[in-house]
């Protein structure tokens, strides 16, 4: 278990502190916050004006309108509420995998980044561990001062399991009806099909963001000869003499894979971000989630 | 097709041990990975994208199969026979004499040996030379080594069938030398020798056991001949009887033979001067089934009023070679010969001059003899001058210059001949056989007690020698023709044989300038006539059985020697102002007129055995084989690298 202070260094997490994460959706949060609201609230940011009716607060008359054309009209101003950020980070065994970081320590990391910067910028941070089921939660938190807790937290996860995306999103569409933004960071090696985890996302209408982490030894296998593959999760075997026109009809295949769910994400307005557990993890947060509109 | 390596093919074993292997199921490397999911489908995006998916399945085994049972083949060394050379140079020795013309194969025996030669020229590689040696009853180099495929063939293809008989020494000879030649350069050298095997024995030759020759024998066993092997035509002497004058009978032999395995009916024709006397049906038993050997038929036609002209026999039967089936011979008028004996009194030469009404006996002493013939050197009104025992006066200074002259045991006054000594029991060692002097005569029975020893004239043959020096010999120069016996016939038991009588009258015949007259005109094919017109005779035009025809001018030797005698026929030697003199050229060749093509002969102390391979090589093709199961090896590599089971 790595400890806490090494997720993330201090140089990088005040860097962090610079970015926010953005929702391309403006959701109704449940407690004031510092995110604009669909609510007209106190903020001090006009939104429009109505017609006085009884039990309207009187402090809220805007006496100027009322001297010129004598009737009484209330002033609207826009609402801000908090963000809720739900972290699903995928614990399967399959996410142990990969030289020198693996997939799972990476996608730790960039967990433990964007719930930092949710907590930096006041948003309610929730972190989901998944494989077969929801498995270890971090309870939806606000502050940074939560964030030792989180890293206490990221660092207590075991890898176990067996991926069900269904089984996991279903429950987790399950506990939280608020809308928010949904970071899922997955290889998504299901074998039922990830569009059948996906399209629960889907129905809450979350603002859901998919970072598909694989390994190096996933996208260029070095593997050579005769071998009996054991699936790490299920035990599962395959036998394939690694050949040259295997080699390409493999990484054909992972290609279409991975084409197959950025093309599932963009038909259903997701994000979709590939990587390796080999890209370096800062410039992965710095610039490419920015990139994608995760962060800005 | 063959196997050098058969016992090689015992590695097809292994192919059902590559099955076995097969069925035992591949031991593969347990490798965890993180998920088998990507792997299954690409497995399975690939199997849906091959085709042939079935065979697919054990092509892999079909193709290692393929492979082993090539490599099994290639170890086999397999082989064809076809027609080639060893490479290096190659001395093609063509039998072309007259049993070659038979045609039990088609076309004939010839043309089934030029087309087996012109493979080989066709198989000629670069750098390759070869020699091509046509024999028949002489041999004859038509292509000398060379590289030039055209020459060789070409050479080849002007290969014809001669009327003769087979003589395959002179060509062994040719190609021994130039074996030798080409093994002293270290090159690689092979003599193939392309006959019916109707040659003399060679066995004796001078040649080494591993000499490089290899027989092709051309022929079939079975085929089907008859033929003339003997033809006589004799005098019928009738002494005391014949008038001076008149014509004498002539008496045709004739002896066929069969050298079929079955009996063969035949018609024997005889003819005079295109004009047929007689026709008689023969039949001719099979070879006797004991010793295997023709069993002769004999005919004779013995009719009056064949004097003169030319009698021709035919054979008729349907066989292979029809060559053999006809026959010549010569019947000519004889002119009568004077001859002058100057001797003191010879019982023996007397009484045998006398046996032919046509010669006319006059005698005269030794001391005399200047009388008749006169001192000028020639021979007066005689033919024919005979010394016997005579010694020449050297004060007289006679000496011959014009004539017929016979010295018997006396020194020819002729430059060269000079007596050294007297030899006691001189032993005959060698005679001339193809003389006219030596015609039917048979020295083996000739003791002679005394005779003198002779140095003898640059321009002379020796007729008969022993081993003290010559015993007869001849001087032809200019117009002097002369015999010389160097021994008493009373000193030799000569006079009592047989071959006595038969040398006088070759003798006469000789002198006499008539030395082709009768059955003495008989010439085998391929043999030199020896043609000897008369002295005032300068220029000769020898006429060829096809009417072409050849001119000649006599020179001091008084003798042509003609050797153009390949065809059968009549050949006639044509002088201005005189008769024609007609020689039958004759195949009379048992050896020759036996069909059955032979297996083996003895050369070089070894045995040659003839064989179809002679003008074959063992084409192996076992690396076509593993060129093969290479380029399957590289195909089974790819299909293993494209497989997705």
């Known amino acids: 278990m790595p400890a806490a202070s090494t997720l993330l260094d201090p140089d990088f997490m005040n860097r962090l502190e610079q970015l926010s994460l953005v929702s391309r959706k403006v959701f109704t949060g449940k407690i004031k916050g510092e995110r604009r609201s669909k609510k007209r609230g106190v903020s001090v940011e006009f939104a429009d004006y109505k017609n006085y009716t009884h039990g309207d607060d009187l402090r809220f008359l805007d006496w100027n309108i009322y001297g010129r054309l004598d009737k009484l009209f209330v002033k609207l101003f826009m609402e801000e509420e908090d963000l809720r950020v739900y972290v699903l980070l995928d614990t399967s065994r399959s996410m142990m995998f990969g030289e020198p970081t693996s997939k799972f320590d990476f ?21 989901r561990a998944f494989a077969g089921n929801l498995t270890d939660s971090f309870r939806p938190t606000r502050g940074k001062r939560q964030v030792w807790k989180l890293f206490d937290f990221m660092g207590a996860i075991q890898c176990d399991g067996t991926t069900s995306l269904r089984d996991a999103f279903k429950r987790f569409v399950l506990e939280n009806r608020g809308k928010g933004i949904v970071v899922v960071v997955s290889d998504f090696l299901d074998k039922e099909s990830f569009e059948d985890g996906l399209k629960y996302l889907l129905y809450n209408q979350m603002d859901v963001f998919c970072l598909h982490v694989l390994a190096d030894e996933e996208v260029n296998p070095p593997y050579v000869g005769d071998l009996k593959m054991v699936d790490a999760e299920d035990g599962d075997v395959a036998e394939v003499s690694i050949s040259a026109s295997v080699m390409k009809a493999y990484q054909r295949t992972v290609n279409s894979f991975c084409n197959h769910l950025n093309t599932y994400c963009t038909k259903n307005g997701f994000n979709y971000l590939f990587t390796t557990s080999n890209v370096p993890f800062e410039q992965l947060v710095l610039n490419y989630l920015r990139k994608v509109g995760l962060t800005k | 097709m063959q196997f050098l390596s058969a016992a090689y093919l015992g590695f097809a074993a292994s192919l059902p041990l590559l099955v076995l292997l097969y069925i035992l199921k591949l031991k593969r490397k347990e490798f965890l990975v993180p998920s088998t999911y990507l792997w299954h489908k690409c497995v399975e995006d690939l199997r ?20 082993l049972a090539l490599l099994t083949f290639a170890v086999a060394r397999p082989m064809f026979k076809v027609r080639d050379t060893k490479g290096g140079i190659t001395i093609l020795l063509v039998d072309c004499s007259a049993s070659m013309g038979a045609t039990d194969m088609r076309p004939n025996r010839l043309e089934v ?5 012109l493979e080989l020229v066709d198989a000629m590689k670069e750098g390759d030379q070869m020699m091509v040696i046509s024999f028949a009853s002489k041999a004859s180099t038509v292509c000398v080594l060379t590289t030039d495929r055209g020459q060789a063939r070409d050479a080849i293809k002007g290969l014809r069938v001669l009327d003769t008989r087979t003589g395959l020494r002179e060509a062994l000879l040719i190609a021994a030398s130039a074996v030798a030649a080409a093994q002293e350069q270290g090159k690689k050298c092979e003599v193939k020798v392309l006959s019916d095997g109707g040659f003399e024995e060679v066995s ?23 033929a003339i092997t003997a033809l006589e035509a004799r005098k019928n002497l009738k002494v005391g009887e014949a008038a ?15 050298f079929m395995k079955e009996e063969a009916k035949a018609r024997l024709i005889f003819s005079l001067n295109d004009r047929q006397l007689e026709v008689r049906d023969v039949t001719l038993p099979p070879p006797d089934p004991d010793t295997h050997a023709p069993q002769p038929v004999s005919q004779v036609l013995d009719r009056k009023g064949l004097a003169s002209g030319i009698v021709r026999v035919d054979l008729e039967c349907a066989d292979d070679l029809p060559t053999d089936n006809v026959a010549w011979t010569v019947l000519q008028k004889e002119r009568d010969v004077k001859i002058l004996v100057a001797t003191e009194g010879n019982f023996f030469l007397e009484k045998v001059l006398n046996l032919d009404p046509r010669v006319h006996v006059f005698k005269t002493k030794p001391a005399t003899f200047y009388d008749d013939v006169g001192k000028g050197g020639g021979t007066g009104e005689y033919d024919i001058v005979c010394f016997d025992g005579v010694k020449f006066d050297p004060k007289v200074q006679w000496k011959p210059t014009e004539g017929s002259f016979w010295f018997l045991h006396c020194v020819p ?13 001189p032993t005959i060692v060698a005679s001339a056989p193809d003389h006219p002097l030596t015609r039917y005569v048979n020295f083996h029975n000739v003791d002679v007690a005394k005779a003198s020893q002779m140095e003898i004239p640059k321009y002379s043959d020796t007729i008969l020698e022993a081993d003290s020096g010559p015993l007869i010999t001849t001087y032809v120069r200019g117009k002097v023709r002369a ?38 005109a008989q010439v085998s094919a391929g043999d030199v006539i020896r043609m000897v017109p008369e002295r005032d005779v300068n220029e000769i035009e020898v006429i060829r059985p096809d009417g072409t025809s050849q001119k000649f001018t006599v020179d001091e030797d008084r003798k042509v020697l003609y050797a153009g005698t390949d065809k ?72 293993y690298n494209r497989r997705a089971w």
Not at chain 1, 107 to 127: P, T
Not at chain 2, 52 to 57: E, H, N, S, T, V
Not at chain 2, 244 to 258: H, K, M, S, T
């Open chain 2, 48 to 67: 849906v994208n091959s085709p042939f998916q079935r065979l697919r399945k054990n092509l892999l085994l079909l193709l290692q199969l393929l492979i």
């Open chain 2, 113 to 117: 040996a030029k087309a087996a030669s």
């Open chain 2, 483 to 520: 015999l010389a016996v160097h021994f008493d016939l009373y000193q030799s038991n000569w006079p009592l044989r047989y071959s006595f009588p038969m040398f006088v009258t070759n003798a006469l015949q000789w002198l006499s300038g008539a030395s082709a007259q009768a059955s003495g």
């Open chain 2, 413 to 425: 006054p002729i430059e060269g001949y000079a007596e050294k000594q007297e030899v006691q029991h």
């Open chain 2, 244 to 258: 001076p004058g008149e014509e004498p009978d002539y008496q045709i032999f004739v002896r066929a033979q069969n």
């Open chain 2, 568 to 639: 059968l026929g009549a050949y006639r030697m044509r002088r201005a102002g005189k008769p024609d003199v007609v020689y039958a050229v004759n195949l009379l060749d048992p050896q020759e007129s036996n069909l059955t093509p032979r297996e083996t002969f003895e050369l070089g102390g070894g045995a040659i055995l003839g064989s179809a391979d002679a003008v074959a090589t063992n084409k192996e093709f076992w690396w076509w084989l593993a060129v093969f199961a290479f380029g399957f090896v590289c195909l089974e590599w790819w299909v």
């Open chain 1, 107 to 127: 996608a730790r990391k960039v967990a433990a980044a964007i719930a930092y910067i949710g907590l930096c910028n006041l948003d309610r941070v929730s972190v």
């Open chain 2, 204 to 226: 004796s030759l001078p040649i080494k056991k591993d000499f490089p020759l290899s027989y092709f024998p051309v022929g079939n066993a079975s085929a089907r001949n008859v």
